[in-house]
């Protein structure tokens, strides 16, 4: 049979012209037959560019409803196109997380794609981010910034728009970005971009609109780790593909059903939770449904079994549709075992060339070879080919692999639908969902065939016969020395994520912790500049704060101030190898205006007398006055209180409206935060001023004046503390009536939960109005500390000893009403989150532990949540609903209780215990030793305790238990007619909540240290698979650690609860060869924190032992002689 295509064939068949445009702004012509299906055009198309790694693209067009599709390569193209007449787009279909792996021609067009995705506005960042990458973009086109020829930035209108709205400051900053890549060439700007723009966090991102079961308006999207959910452009979910079991859509529902995290295969279970989206239209969901069974099986599927759709079943069991490509995996085998030559491509020049360099282009796709000789070289900017008709195409059957994170279903707005209990379930192989066919459903599962994998086949026919130009072979080898930066505030070092999303999220989670691998930023940023290398080997590009850069082997903290100066110690360095503190190292905010040194010599100097090989100038760098680290304690705690303040002086104030003016306490309590934030603000500024000429940033050391803190301390306190007198004599009576004034006023109520829904409000509101007493005994711990170390001879001894004296009246006056306070709030905070009971809070009442046990059923074993007060034991479970509280199921008072071991019972388990109250008697089991220690020791104390107590103090208004969760709870998400919304971020970093997920308990007196060891400061987090740092500013307060960008932040990024983690130092195997770092552990999750110094890292050690010990390590029974022994 002849070639349809050859000048001298006949030709068979009607043909049309299809046009496609590419990501250059050209548009060539192909025609195709009539009948041809898409995998004719897409080779066509491969042959036209010689592009390789073709996989990451695709053809998409536009459907009659508006709809972006991409163009099926197993159907008809005239069938799914609304006309013949329809333009097809080539565009980056699988946008994968680490592009500058790819070869040049691939980065080339994915560095195309980016800037179409800036300029319409679906890839949203901060102006800083934008313009960084648009600096990248004017170096690619225009060349090497000309300061003789280029006055302002006038000299960028020659180029399209790089964002919408484009304004005069943006392009003021993209000047300045790219005034530093003089002598970078084409293509290591495109370089430069890609790993900029792939830590974006709407890098890739097609948003979805969608709604949950309340209507919210969400957005979808789907990337290489899972399906992500986002509310506006924040992403607010992840469901990572290691948990999906099943992707379906019914009419215009989206359905991501989970895997049960305990369920067995084999035996019975649930199927626990479905997750629920509503789209617009049945078409637009089945669109987002296919693009995510493509986007997993690209991504984690090894390979794709070629199954041929079936089109002889009269009646439709769902959409056949399956992803037809080659998987990631194969593209990377085929490009790693078939090497070839990178087609050569040009550039066409734009704009003006620097004479620094050869050649500054504007991206432009040349055409290739003509296929056939078919193509109308007549055109400069379009092209035509004719689509052969003689092939044949083996259809593929996707191939899922699971691996999706599912945080609380609540957490994405969506619904969480129970399915029944299955019985006989299938069972598959571990870890390996059986197929099953369900209305437009699709069961995710990777299946490894070796024999596929080495058989793969070629990208097109006719691969090996690329026709390259002439011209010396590239590749992309060119990159291999370049040093591409890890991602300290980015949205996703995407590699690391993948890995990290099965474990954490930066999605304020309802379950355990969610801390990321990288934070994300806010979009609005202040202009961060910053430094450039000038080896380039390791050259660092100038990021904005969404990429800051660290470096590898430099000290990421500023040198620690000088000693005290001797005489005898007074030695002159030469001014060409004297050390030059650097505070605006890349990522790392100064004290006093945030601004970033730009200066190369110097950060290339300071890095390499400060280099940690060194060990002589490290040891010299580290002999500082521990003086000087308690003081800085102070200022790093300072800052912190001060901005808890603001959220009740500024956040709380402003959103508090009352028609007929505040009430008394609302007024009092506005008054008294007043007037302490004001002398706070002052104090704080004192206090920076201090350290800032310690550290030798003034020329206050040439007088010896500066290396002390307790001046201030004597000088402020006389001022401070009468305003902390006055407020702690009216605490008490503050809290109690802000809680009744939520039970009797339903506005006020809904103003204040409102107002905990806002992401400042990072703890409960009732713990900011604790923070002031926490604070004097944070005080008289930093003066303790001060007086200990130094001597009496020292010239800040005398005062340090006054300001202890003074602080420690107060806290001596005011202890008992500080723990009544702290027990007050915590009962106020129990009756906030438990169903079915009248009157907790009570000022006889004590609380004295909270935490998990197995109680036993006639179910067996169940999981309840036990409290045990000064006068009774209570025990609940979780209620099924979306809000995060518990139900109580029962309660026995403590006078005549009985705790018997009961290791000897029928019914009894390891470390199970009898507990006989009133009429009942109840067998529960701990999870470990020490926990069965700790609750039976805490039990017979308040058993003794209740009987040495009157009757009177026992006639307490009744607790009464609901029968069932409805009593409370009603379907639309309200208990007690106030609604709750689930995604209130302190719900569940509270102790109450923690402790029922990570099985453990915690006790006030466990509170009680902790609020005595609250700690804030700069920490570096190492990435978990490469060796970078990134700087954060970590809060540690209520069992937690709270994750900012700067102290300046108003809310954090990210938290971490403690309870249940160990803290040590890191092992040999860890491979950690710093200093100061030390190693936070929950199973098998792990992080390493650096500290600057060895005293943050003791301090560190010591206030993240507070949390951890009392949930893992064995209990010290020191409050009464306990009959317990202490398990080794």
């Not at 890098?203 to 290489?224: F, N, P, Q, T, W």
């Not at 004046?705 to 001046?711: A, M, N, S, T, V």
């Not at 998400?973 to 308990?1001: F, I, P």
């Not at 809310?1051 to 803290?1063: D, I, K």
């Amino acid at each position: 049979m002849s070639d349809p295509l050859s000048p001298h064939g006949p030709r068979k068949g009607k043909v049309v012209n299809i046009r496609i445009k590419f990501l250059d702004d050209t548009v060539h012509v192909f025609q195709v037959a009539v009948k041809e299906i898409g995998r004719s055009l897409w080779e066509a198309v491969i042959h036209h560019l010689q592009l390789v790694e073709s996989d990451y693209f695709g053809l998409q067009y536009e459907d009659s409803h508006g709809l972006k599709c991409w163009l099926d390569l197993e159907k008809p193209v005239l069938k799914q196109l609304p006309s013949p007449d329809s333009p097809l787009e080539f565009l980056v279909k699988f946008y994968t997380p680490d592009p500058g792996m790819l070869d040049e021609f691939s980065r080339y067009l994915y560095s195309l794609q980016i800037r179409k995705d800036l300029a319409n506005g679906s890839m949203v960042c901060s102006e800083n981010t934008a313009a960084l990458i648009a600096s990248y973009i004017a170096q690619a086109e225009i060349g090497d910034f000309i300061i003789e020829e280029y006055y302002d930035h006038t000299y960028l209108s020659v180029l399209s728009p790089f964002v919408p709205n484009q304004t005069e400051e943006m392009l003021k900053k993209v000047a300045e970005y790219h005034k530093q890549h003089i002598g970078e060439s084409p293509a290591e700007a495109e370089a430069g971009l890609l790993d900029t723009a792939r830590k974006v966090e709407t890098y890739g991102m097609k948003l979805c609109a969608a709604r949950d079961h309340e209507g919210v308006i969400l957005s979808l999207a789907v990337a290489h780790l899972g399906i992500l959910v986002f509310q506006q452009y924040t992403r607010i979910n992840t469901f990572s593909w290691a948990k999906i079991r099943k992707l379906s859509f019914k009419r215009k529902r989206f359905l991501i059903k989970l895997h049960p995290e305990t369920y067995v295969s084999g035996q019975k279970g649930y199927y626990k939770d479905t997750v629920e989206f509503f789209f617009d239209s049945r078409d637009c969901c089945k669109n987002f449904w296919k693009k995510c069974l493509e986007h997993h099986a690209f991504f984690r599927c090894h390979t794709i079994k070629p199954v041929p759709r079936n089109k002889t079943r009269l009646v439709s069991h769902g959409s056949s549709f399956r992803y037809s490509g080659r998987t990631q995996k194969q593209l990377m085998s085929f490009v790693r075992e078939n090497p070839v030559v990178t087609p050569t491509f040009q550039r066409s020049v734009s704009g003006r060339i620097s004479s620094s360099r050869s050649t500054s282009v504007t991206p432009k796709i040349t055409t290739k070879a003509v296929i056939h000789g078919t193509h109308d070289a007549s055109l400069p900017s379009s092209g035509s080919h004719s689509v052969p008709s003689d092939r044949v195409v083996t259809p593929s059957r996707i191939d899922h692999h699971n691996d999706t994170h599912s945080m609380d279903s609540s957490l994405s707005g969506s619904h969480s639908l129970h399915s029944p209990k299955l019985d006989g379930t299938r069972k598959s192989r571990e870890g390996t969902p059986e197929v099953e066919d369900e209305e437009e459903g699709a069961v995710l599962h990777e299946e490894s065939t070796a024999d596929a994998v080495r058989d793969l086949p070629p990208p097109y026919p006719g691969y090996p016969h690329i026709q390259t130009s002439p011209g010396p072979l590239q590749s992309y080898s060119s990159f291999g020395d370049r040093k591409y930066s890890a991602p300290i505030l980015g949205s996703s070092d995407m590699m690391e994520m993948e890995r990290e999303e099965e474990e954490h999220h930066i999605v304020r989670s309802s379950e355990i912790e969610n801390i990321p691998e990288s934070v994300q930023e806010e979009p609005t940023m202040e202009d961060f500049r910053s430094p450039r290398r000038e080896d380039d080997r390791s050259r660092i590009t100038p990021p904005p704060p969404v990429i800051p850069i660290q470096y590898e082997d430099e000290d990421d903290y500023p040198p620690p101030p000088p000693p005290p100066l001797n005489e005898s110690d007074l030695h002159l360095t030469p001014v060409s190898h004297r050390t030059i503190p650097v505070d605006g190292v890349i990522g790392q905010t100064m004290i006093e205006n945030h601004e970033m040194h730009a200066n190369i010599s110097i950060l290339s100097s300071s890095r390499t007398e400060d280099s940690e090989d060194d060990p002589k100038k490290r040891n010299k760098r580290h002999l500082v006055d521990r003086g000087y680290y308690i003081a800085k304690e102070l200022l790093m705690t300072e800052r912190t209180y001060k901005k808890d303040l603001e959220v009740i002086t500024m956040w709380f104030q402003n959103a508090v409206h009352f028609d007929d003016g505040l009430p008394d306490y609302l007024s009092s309590l506005f008054m008294h935060f007043g007037s302490l934030y004001e002398a706070h603000s002052q104090f704080l500024k004192e206090v920076d001023q201090r350290l800032s000429m310690w550290e030798g940033k003034s020329n206050a050391h040439l007088n010896g004046d500066y290396q002390k803190i307790g001046d201030i301390m004597t000088a402020t306190f006389p001022k401070l503390l009468p305003l902390y007198r006055n407020y702690l004599e009216r605490q008490e009576e503050i809290l109690f009536d802000l809680e009744l004034a939520l039970k009797s006023h339903k506005a006020f109520e809904v103003m204040y939960r409102e107002f905990e829904k806002q992401k400042v409000c990072y703890l409960p509101l009732n713990c900011f109005l604790l923070k002031p007493a926490q604070r004097v005994l944070h005080y008289k711990l930093i003066m303790e500390r001060l007086t200990k170390h130094y001597t009496l001879d020292h010239p800040d001894f005398a005062d340090c000893k006054s300001a202890h004296s003074q602080i420690t009246a107060l806290v001596t006056e005011f202890n008992d009403s500080i723990r009544s306070q702290e027990n007050l709030h915590k009962l106020i905070e129990l009756q906030r989150d438990l169903v079915g009971i009248d009157t907790l809070v009570h000022k006889d009442r004590v609380f004295i532990r909270e935490g998990c046990l197995q109680k036993f059923s006639r179910k067996g074993y169940q999981q309840r949540m036990f409290f045990l007060f000064s006068d009774f034991l209570m025990y609940t479970s979780r209620v099924a609903s979306s809000v995060l509280q518990f139900k109580v199921h029962g309660q026995l008072p403590l006078r005549g209780m009985i705790v018997e071991e009961s290791d000897h019972a029928k019914m009894a388990v390891a470390n199970s215990f009898a507990i006989y109250g009133g009429n009942k008697c109840i067998l529960v089991a701990a999870n470990s030793q020490e926990e069965k220690d700790k609750w039976i020791e805490d039990l017979n104390e308040a058993i003794i305790r209740a009987k040495s107590r009157g009757d009177e103090k026992f006639r307490y208004p009744s607790l009464k238990s609901s029968t069932s969760s409805s009593d409370n709870v009603g379907m639309d998400g309200e208990v007690n007619g106030v609604s709750q919304d689930k995604n209130v971020q302190h719900r569940a970093n509270t102790t109450m909540h923690v402790c029922w997920h990570r099985n453990t308990s915690v006790s006030m007196r466990d509170h009680e240290r902790a609020i005595k060891n609250q700690l804030s400061g700069y920490l570096l987090r190492k990435f978990k698979n490469s060796n970078g740092w990134q700087k954060l500013w970590v809060v540690f307060t209520n069992f937690c650690l709270f994750f900012f960008k700067t102290y300046q932040d108003d809310f954090p990024l990210a938290s971490l609860p403690l309870l249940g983690y160990a803290v040590n130092t890191p092992e040999e195997e860890d491979g950690i060869n710093k200093d100061h770092v030390f190693k936070l552990q929950f199973k098998n999750h792990v992080y390493f924190f650096r500290a600057e110094s060895e005293y943050t890292f003791e301090r560190w050690m010591e206030v993240i032992n507070s949390a951890t010990n009392s949930a893992r390590r064995i209990r010290l029974f020191s409050r009464l002689d306990s009959n317990q022994p202490i398990s080794s």
